[in-house]
């Protein structure tokens, strides 16, 4: 059973602090995302990377930045968490190219007071 | 970046019947999914759409994609209470990223 784990399913942090949320993926996929979701907005794509130490930015990278320092495993760093910042956050992976199917975890629930 | 339109936002059903929602975007994709999102839980790929025209069922839920590839629908038959949760589109981009539609939020009236 294909499987992407995000450490946390619920995260209360304080303004300022530095935050990682980290994902893990079984599958061997190439190509790992950070998404947040919030109501009204759907998903936005925060950051993507295609390979290992690669990385690119998505539609909202602001105060963010990620790392990849193994294939399976996809880290989002919140800098200084601000309460904008509170937020769902996903992690998705997928192959490249045409198996573009993206498999989530189950999401980070982040609030920042 | 590249919108998604979907629609509508959300829709209430009675049980047993039939839903339809769709999502366009002004841009060509070669690739369509759809997801289901339900309370708690990240997005689960529903199905996933490779060939314009291509028409897809999996179980009560039946896929296109549009013929012009700047659009697709999803139909779901005699809805039942399970079918409750979030549901998106989303594309592949020419750079590898996937991107989704706002999504359409289904609830069902007993």
């Known amino acids: 059973d294909v499987k992407v784990t995000q450490s946390s399913r619920y995260l209360v942090k304080r303004t300022g602090e530095k935050v990682f949320l980290e994902c893990v993926q079984d599958?061997?996929?190439?190509?790992m995302f950070w998404y947040r979701q919030d109501p009204g907005l759907g998903l936005r794509l925060i950051y993507f990377s295609y390979d290992v130490k690669m990385k690119e930015k998505g539609d909202i990278p602001e105060g963010y930045s990620v790392s990849r320092e193994k294939k399976e495993r996809f880290s989002l760093i919140l800098e200084s968490a601000s309460t904008n910042q509170t937020s769902m956050y996903l992690c998705a992976s997928s192959l490249p190219g045409a198996l573009a199917e993206a498999f989530f975890g189950q999401g980070t629930r982040l609030t920042v007071v | 970046g590249q919108q998604l339109n979907q629609s509508p936002q959300s829709m209430f059903i009675q049980e047993g019947e039939d839903v339809s929602m769709n999502c366009t975007s002004s841009?060509?994709?070669?690739?369509w999914l759809w997801y289901k999102q339900e309370p708690g839980e990240g997005p689960v790929l529903l199905i996933a759409?490779?060939?314009?025209?291509e028409l897809t069922s999996n179980g009560r839920l039946t896929a296109q994609f549009g013929i012009t590839r700047k659009d697709s629908f999803l139909n779901i038959s005699a809805s039942i209470p399970s079918d409750v949760g979030i549901y998106f589109c989303?594309?592949?981009?020419?750079?590898?990223?996937?991107?989704f539609g706002k999504g359409t939020r289904l609830h069902i009236l007993p």
């Open positions: 989303a594309v592949e981009r020419t750079d590898d990223k996937i991107i």
């Open positions: 759409l490779y060939k314009a025209g």
């Open positions: 841009s060509i994709f070669n690739t």
């Open positions: 599958m061997d996929h190439e190509n």
